[in-house]
């Protein structure tokens, strides 16, 4: 990543794409490069100017946010979209984050907020409006639970998702812990005193060991793992 953090947004609403480009503009280490009105010419102006992070409202004629989402997942697989958008209903929440949204936040973020969301999405981070993490974790259910594979896979009793998270190293859990929290690499990388591509290394490895999708998955379901509540003997997931 660049020290300056490009960016093209994307609002099928002109005067509130201008309004975000206005607010963005007064941040230091961001750079609007492009915009786009939809989905379909965002994907135009995405290919032009190769940005860090996008932007993007949800609700959109033509090709919207979620389907702008997983075109880029599948065309630009380490460039991350952040959604932005009044709604908070579970199906456009869960609809974003399946289709593998780095973070998603409501209209109404404070323009610290979204700049602090759009430099840690760029640095490999995970955001979601603290509004809506309850509706995200809803969305680990058991087929994304870390319980070493759903129902009568003989996972560890202490607690949801104790059994998978057995099989990690003592500098693996750590960086689990952060990852669920949402931190970046580099923070993570800062906060456990390690080279930022030991951390990227374990990333790597905890995606391969918990058999997640993509870094949103995986924090979601560590979050709910590493938050499990006591089993009925009262012992607590292993931390």
């Known amino acids: 990543m660049s020290p300056t953090v490009r960016i093209v947004l994307v609002d099928d ?4 794409r201008r309004g975000i480009a206005m607010l963005l503009s007064t941040v230091d280490g961001i750079e609007i490069v492009g915009e786009a009105a939809d989905g379909r010419e965002a994907l135009a102006v995405i290919a032009r100017f190769t940005p860090d992070v996008v932007l993007a409202d949800v609700r959109m004629p033509g090709m919207d946010g979620i389907e702008l989402v997983a075109r880029c997942a599948a065309e630009h697989p380490e460039l991350p979209v952040l959604l932005l958008t009044t709604f908070d209903d579970e199906p456009v929440v ?3 984050l399946a289709a593998g949204a780095a973070g998603f ?3 109404d973020t404070s323009t610290d907020a ?3 969301a759009i430099r840690s999405v760029a640095d490999g981070g995970m955001v979601i409006d603290p509004r809506v993490a309850r509706i995200a974790m809803r969305r680990t259910g058991p087929e994304r639970s870390l319980n070493g594979g759903g129902e009568g896979s003989g996972g560890a009793s202490g ?3 104790s059994g998978a998270l057995a099989v990690l190293t003592r500098t693996e859990r ?3 812990e952060q990852v669920a929290e949402g931190r970046s690499n580099s923070e993570i990388a ?5 080279a930022e591509g030991t ?6 490895s905890l995606l391969r060991k918990l058999e997640a999708r993509d870094r949103t998955a995986l924090a979601l379901s560590l979050y709910k793992a590493l938050n499990a509540p006591a089993a009925p003997d009262g012992s607590s997931p292993p931390r």
């Open 159 to 161: 607690g949801e998702g």
């Open 94 to 96: 869960t609809g974003a």
């Open 199 to 204: 951390v990227k290394n374990h990333v790597s």
């Open 190 to 194: 800062a906060e456990l005193v390690l």
């Open 114 to 116: 979204l700049a602090d």
């Open 13 to 16: 609403q002109q005067l509130l």
């Open 105 to 107: 936040l409501l209209k």
């Open 174 to 176: 750590l960086v689990a």
